[in-house]
T-cell receptor, first 113, second 112 residues
Framework: NAGVTQTPKFQVLKTGQSMTLQCAQD?????MYWYRQDPGMGLRLIYY???????DKGEVPNGYNVSRLNKREFSLRLESAAPSQTSVYFC????????????FGPGTRLTVT | GQQVMQIPQYQHVQEGEDFTTYCNSS?????IQWYKQRPGGHPVFLIQ?????EVKKQKRLTFQFGEAKKNSSLHITATQTTDVGTYFC????????????FGRGTQLTVWP
């Protein structure tokens, strides 16, 4: 099992450009999450999806949209990137029954100039 | 804003010394999870604490949940260079959907 995979690993955008960060998990987990990590700020939840077809806002959703394409895939879109969105983005998933820990992907390091 | 306060922000120790990071809250914590993130890596789950006063051990790591469920700690005995990384606590605030609220982390450096 690959676990949680994310693409791309690195990305540089100009202000105003758009892009989609991809995330997939092969563990048959129901719940998936997008976080951003900034220096000294810990991890902050952007959006999450408790099941296929549902999405909900987290702590810092402004400037982002998400799509839960199917049970495996959960994408994060930046419609018009801003320098404040420069961050490391992590996707995570969780098994719902009998499990509580979250499994994180390797992250996408995004720079917006 | 974040209600889970984690201290210290940084800790530098000599290999073999002990290390402790604390997770504090002004309100009652629900279920605490601890994660470790190696430099350049992603967070990896260590443990979950649920009960008041709970103590769990994993080799040299000891995790505690306060009696009033307002604080938690992670203690590492005799640190090794492999312990280097950032340690995060996270509270789920009773969420059944797995939402976690992370502390800002303690970055541990171990000098050989």
């Amino acid at each position: 099992n690959a676990g949680v995979t994310q693409t791309p690993k690195f990305q540089v955008l100009k202000t105003g450009q758009s892009m989609t960060l991809q995330c997939a998990q092969d563990m048959n987990h129901n719940s998936m999450y997008w976080y951003r990590q900034d220096p000294g700020m810990g991890l902050r939840l952007i959006y999450y999806s408790a099941s296929e077809g549902t999405t909900d806002k987290g702590e810092v959703p402004n400037g982002y949209n998400v799509s839960r394409l199917n049970k495996r895939e959960f994408s994060l879109r930046l419609e018009s990137a801003a320098p404040s969105q420069t961050s490391v983005y992590f996707c995570a998933s969780r098994r719902d029954r009998g499990g509580y820990e979250q499994y994180f992907g390797p992250g996408t390091r995004l720079t917006v100039t | 804003g974040q209600q889970v306060m984690q201290i210290p922000q940084y800790q530098h120790v000599q290999e073999g010394e002990d290390f402790t990071t604390y997770c504090n809250s002004s309100t009652t914590l629900s279920n605490i999870q601890w994660y470790k993130q190696r430099p350049g890596g992603h967070p990896v789950f260590l443990i979950q604490l649920v009960k008041s006063g709970e103590v769990k051990k994993q080799k040299r790591l000891t995790f505690q949940f306060g009696e009033a469920k307002k604080n938690s700690s992670l203690h590492i005995t005799a640190t090794q260079t492999t312990d280097v990384g950032t340690y995060f606590c996270a509270d789920d605030r009773g969420s059944t959907l797995g939402r976690l609220y992370f502390g800002r982390g303690t970055q541990l450096t171990v000098w050989p």
